[in-house]
T-cell receptor
Framework: EAQVTQNPRYLITVTGKKLTVTCSQNMNHEYMSWYRQDPGLGLRQIYYSMNVEVTDKGDVPEGYKVSRKEKRNFPLILESPSPNQTSLYFC????????????FGPGTRLTVL | SQQGEEDPQALSIQEGENATMNCSYKTSINNLQWYRQNSGRGLVHLILIRSNEREKHSGRLRVTLDTSKKSSSLLITASRAADTASYFCATADQTGANNLFFGTGTRLTVIP
């Protein structure tokens, strides 16, 4: 089954404790992206990747890091989480050219205390 | 920011009625897509309309695009309770990457 998976689905952590949210896709997509979703603000892009070892900032990259060492994986790293990073996070993937449907993961609900 | 804006923010209708949601955006686009999100879950692609198209149909969905007004509408005909969800428009800009800019969504409730 074609899918994007994220782990963990739910996470409660404390300020400053490094964490990683994993994202994996099995559709051989070159393009992957991370979004955060907050009430009243819609989805905002954090980082995206056009292919292995190619990453770029989205609209709200501060406080986040990503890596793309393999085509299927695109982890999101919070080196020192803060309460304002409490949010619902989505990973998405697609073929790279504009106009392609993006496939979304199920989401990771993160709470930073 | 290129983020779009949906209108209304929330819509409540009876099953069988039609639902219309509107989207406005700010810059020139290559295409516009509509996505659906069931509560707290991942978004699912519904339909894409390119900048040189004015109307597109898919099942009970009808999308229009007016690039002169920088607006689009999504019509769901003969709504069902299972259509209850949030609906987002997303625009792709003129760059080569498949970056999408999402609106804030319309929350649709279909009452059985």
């Amino acid at each position: 089954e074609a899918q994007v998976t994220q782990n963990p689905r739910y996470l409660i952590t404390v300020t400053g404790k490094k964490l990683t949210v994993t994202c994996s896709q099995n559709m051989n997509h070159e393009y992957m992206s991370w979004y955060r979703q907050d009430p009243g603000l819609g989805l905002r892009q954090i980082y995206y990747s056009m292919n292995v070892e190619v990453t770029d900032k989205g609209d709200v990259p501060e406080g986040y890091k990503v890596s793309r060492k393999e085509k299927r994986n695109f982890p999101l790293i919070l080196e020192s989480p803060s309460p304002n990073q409490t949010s619902l996070y989505f990973c998405a993937s697609s073929f790279p050219d504009r106009g392609n449907e993006q496939f979304f993961g199920p989401g990771t609900r993160l709470t930073v205390l | 920011s290129q983020q779009g804006e949906e209108d209304p923010q929330a819509l409540s209708i009876q099953e069988g009625e039609n639902a219309t949601m509107n989207c406005s955006y700010k810059t020139s686009i290559n295409n516009l897509q509509w996505y659906r999100q069931n509560s707290g879950r991942g978004l699912v692609h519904l339909i894409l309309i390119r900048s040189n198209e004015r109307e597109k149909h898919s099942g009970r969905l009808r999308v229009t695009l007016d690039t002169s007004k920088k607006s689009s509408s999504l019509l769901i005909t003969a709504s069902r309770a299972a259509d209850t969800a949030s609906y987002f428009c997303a625009t792709a800009d003129q760059t080569g990457a498949n970056n999408l800019f999402f609106g804030t969504g319309t929350r649709l409730t279909v009452i059985p």
